[in-house]
């Protein structure tokens, strides 16, 4: 087989002076579909792990969870108006320009990132041809930068790695060897032996001593695949480079305190729900809960932060004679005149987020928390603070009725609200996971307390996993 390919390679030999420019465009290529794989990767490895702990526990799929999604389903889409990816708008670095660095159909802002892939790709992929010309190295050369680089930021973006990339590369890196392409084999094997084992122990003897695991097992297979291409005899300088900069991002991480809490629950659901009971009895099981609404009251409460602005917003008139916020008038007027609404939540929304930021920096000791938000399906910038949507969900009569019976509010009234609202089969489609509330609190606890053991095992794989 490999003698195949070595013919094959000097057939196309005609093509060895133009292997730079042809390198270059061949990395534009694969960065492009290493955008993919760096984005869904992650996604993938967590809904694994996602069936396997509801498998375990008896906890039904979501209708999302049991559809198909991989690196090939399903197709490309804008994540804010679901819009198709064309072909043409997904040329590297071109696209990004011609559109203007915005989705073609909601001008939705693209991250800067996509094309900074492609383009870094694309100048590896040629320096690694100036460096191997047309060659069976060159290509080695190609693979282990292209996985290396998805690597990289699947690990930045999510303390994964993969062994869907660091286990093939490690065989791919040994093949490559079998005549010597980098390193003599011998030395290849003992570099893939060696980088394993000494991660393996020193984690091994760190946990024995102190009961705790120091690194993911992540790292044992990146430095065996790194010493299945490069040679033992660099892992000494591997190991160095790599304490280095982890001593220098422990400095830094300690000096700008950056959160080390590995799980965000979303915790959500329409009024009436009973979704406050459910994040009181996560709250009961030592959970750290951070509620929207308690943040929006305090910053509407006497002296709060937003009341400037909202009384340049709406006026006098939503305010009492004590100078008091009257949250009735100001709902009336929210209900009234659609505009206000929008007014109002581009004014909170901001002043919210910064709180539940702060408060998540504070949050670290815990394997996860819950962010317990009323209109979380309803905007973009709440469930980017989240890493899991948990809908508490009921019939719309059940949420009726409640609301009745705790406010007196009558079914039209109770409906006005729900129609302000996202409805109900729109927050189980952004569902992760439903809890079905409508029955007893003593059947609900039984559900939340699944549910607690679910997440913290979730929280736990993403730790032995980094």
């Not at 690694?128 to 690990?155: C, E, K, P, R």
């Not at 030592?286 to 400037?308: F, K, M």
């Not at 929280?459 to 032995?464: D, F, H, R, V, Y």
Request: glycine content about 8%; overall charge neutral; hydrophobic content about 45%.
């Amino acid at each position: 087989m490999l003698d195949s390919i070595y013919s094959a390679i000097n057939a196309l030999s005609v093509l060895a002076p133009f292997s730079i420019p042809l390198a270059v465009i061949l990395g534009l290529l694969i960065g492009s579909f290493l955008n993919v794989v760096i984005y869904r990767t992650p996604i993938m490895m967590e809904r694994e792990w996602t069936q396997f702990s509801k498998e375990h526990l008896g906890i039904e799929l979501t209708d999302e969870e049991k559809q198909p999604f991989n690196l090939r389903k399903p197709d490309s889409r804008c994540p804010e108006c679901k819009s198709p990816i064309r072909f043409w708008q997904n040329i590297p670095i071109l696209s990004y320009v011609f559109l203007g660095g915005k989705c073609h159909s909601c001008k939705t802002a693209i991250g800067i990132r996509y094309p900074l892939i492609e383009l870094l790709t694309g100048v590896l992929f040629g320096i690694v041809a100036w460096q191997y010309g047309w060659s069976w190295a060159t290509i080695g050369g190609f693979i282990l930068t292209a996985i290396l680089i998805a690597l990289t930021f699947i690990d930045a973006d999510t303390q994964y790695l993969p062994d869907s990339l660091t286990q093939p590369l490690i065989w791919i890196g040994l093949l490559f060897n079998l005549n010597d392409t980098f390193v003599p084999l011998h030395s290849a094997v003992l570099g893939a032996i060696a980088g394993y084992m000494s991660l393996y122990t020193l984690c091994a003897v760190y946990k024995l001593l102190t009961g705790k695991i120091g690194m993911g097992n992540g790292d044992f297979k990146l430095l065996a695949a790194l010493g299945a291409w490069l040679g033992v005899g660099i892992l000494p300088v591997l190991i160095f480079m790599a304490a280095l900069v982890g001593l220098v991002g422990a400095l830094v991480a300690r000096t700008i305190r950056i959160p080390i809490m590995t799980l965000w629950i979303g915790l959500t659901g329409g009024i009436g729900s009973g979704k406050s009971s459910i994040a009181q009895m996560f709250a009961e099981l030592g959970v750290p809960i951070i509620d929207a609404d308690a943040i929006s009251r305090s910053l509407t409460a006497e002296n709060g932060e937003a009341l400037p602005a909202i009384r340049q917003l709406f006026g006098d008139e939503v305010f009492d004679s004590e100078g008091r916020l009257n949250r009735m008038t100001l709902r009336e007027e929210v209900f009234r005149r659609p505009q206000s609404k929008k007014q109002l939540e581009n004014l909170l929304l901001p002043l919210i987020l910064n709180k539940i930021q702060l408060q998540k920096q504070q949050l670290t000791s815990s394997a996860y928390g819950i962010v317990d938000v009323p209109l979380l399906v309803e905007n973009p910038a709440f469930k980017a603070e989240t890493d899991r949507i948990l809908v508490v969900d009921v019939p719309e009569s059940v949420q009726i009725k409640r609301v009745h019976q705790r406010n007196g509010f009558s079914e039209e009234q109770t409906r006005q609200i729900m129609a302000t609202q996202a409805s109900r089969s729109d927050r189980l489609l952004h569902a992760d996971d439903v809890l079905d509330n409508t029955h007893s609190l003593e059947e609900a606890k039984i559900k939340v307390a699944r549910l607690h053991q679910y997440y913290q095992s979730i929280a736990q794989s993403l730790k032995e996993t980094a």
